[in-house]
Nanobody, 118 residues
């Protein structure tokens, strides 16, 4: 399984960005996929993800601003980020999680930097 993330960049506060993560390899549309982020000096946190199929989950700080979507035909997950704030600045990592014979396997993309200026 390989994940290719794209879409990061520099944006002013209040602006928007869309991240994309294309998965290739042996994956299923039911695999959990999502976006994590890690800011300097902070732990990695789940920003948004599809957990348990089509159920979308968001961290409280992005609810109402970020939207995760998925195109199963393209094996791609998107993160639309609106009303960006400086505290959204972080490296965003795409994740795919699958269960194989009862064992959890996590796959990560290369990370894409999002910088929000005030």
């Amino acid at each position: 399984v390989q994940l290719q993330a794209s879409g990061g960049g520099l944006v002013q506060a209040g602006g928007s960005l869309r991240l994309s993560c294309a998965a290739s390899g042996s994956i299923l549309s039911t695999n959990d996929m999502g976006w994590y982020r890690q800011a300097p000096g902070k732990q990695r946190e789940l920003v948004a993800g599809f957990v348990g199929g089509d159920s979308a989950k968001y961290v409280n700080s992005v609810k109402g601003r970020f939207t995760i979507s998925r195109d199963n035909a393209k094996n791609t997950v998107y993160l639309q980020m609106n009303s960006l704030k400086p505290e959204d600045t972080a490296v965003y990592h795409c994740n795919l999680r699958r269960i194989v014979f009862g064992r959890t396997q996590d796959y990560w993309g290369q990370g894409t930097l999002v910088t929000v200026s005030s």
